[in-house]
C-alpha cells in the first residue's frame, strides 16, 4: 500500500489506533496525537510529513461525521458556522505552508504551558461550560468578533503544529460565545473540519499525502468518530468536562517526554 508494507498484526494496531484517534476527535480532539507516533512505528521508513498529512486525511472524515452528527443533534448559527469553517481552512493553509521553516520544538513549550493554563482553569472554574442558559442567548458583535478573530488562530495553529486543536476550540468558544461545552463542541467540529481542509489541501499540493494508506485509515476513524459522537450527545457538557481534562494531562505528558527525550 503506496509503497508500505506492514504484517497484519501491526495493521490491527493501526486500525486500532485509527478508530482510537477518531474518538477522541469527536469527543474533545487531540487524535492526532495517537495516530501519528502509531503512523512511525508501523512504518519507520515514513516521513513525518507524509505521517502527518496521511493523519490529516482520515482526521477529516471522522471531524467531519462527527460536525454532522453534532449540528444535526444540537443545531448552530449557520453563518457563523460557515465563517468559521472558511477562516480556519485559511488560517490552516497558511500555517501548514509554514510549518517546515518552523521548528516544532520552538512551539511545544509554549503549547505545554497553554494546555498545563487550560488544566488549572478548569479546575478552578467548575461553571465554566455548563449549559445555564446562556448558549441561547445570542452573542453580541464584540463576542462575534472574538470568535472569528480565534477561528483564524486557531486554524493557523492547526495547520503549523495542530495538537489539542479540537480541544483549544471547544474552550475558546465557551468562553468567548459563552456557550456551554456540547454548543461548543458543536461548533468546534464544524471549524475543525475546516482547518483539516486547509491543512490538507496544502499538503496535498506538496505530494505529502498518501492517499490509499489515509482513506484506510479513515473507514477506521469515522467508526470510532461515530461511537464517540453517540457517547458525547447522550452524556452532555459534563462529559466533555472530564474528556478534556483527561485530554489536558495526557497531552501535557506526551509533549513534556518529546520535549526532553
Known sequence: MNGLSADPGMWVLLLGGALTAGWIDAVVGGGGLVLIPLLLIVFPELAPAKALASNKLAAIWGTGTAAVMFVRRNGIDARLAATGFGLGALGAAIGASLAS????????PVVIVLMIAVGLFICAKPTFGRSDGASERRPDRKHLLTAIGLFCVIGFYDGIFGPGTGMFLILSLSGALSAD????????????????????????????????????????????????????????????????????VVMSVKLLIDQFS
Not at 101 to 108: E, H, M, P, T
Open 101 to 108: 521553516a518552523i521548528s516544532a520544538d520552538l512551539l511545544r
Open 181 to 248: 461545552f456540547l454548543t461548543s463542541a458543536t461548533m468546534a467540529k464544524v471549524v475543525n473540519t475546516g482547518t483539516n481542509l486547509g491543512a490538507l489541501t496544502v499538503f496535498a499540493v506538496q505530494g505529502n499525502v498518501l492517499w490509499l494508506l489515509g482513506v484506510t485509515l479513515a473507514v477506521a476513524n469515522v467508526t470510532g468518530s461515530v461511537i464517540g459522537s453517540k457517547m458525547t450527545l447522550r452524556a452532555g457538557s459534563g462529559f466533555v468536562r472530564y474528556a478534556l481534562l483527561t485530554v489536558v
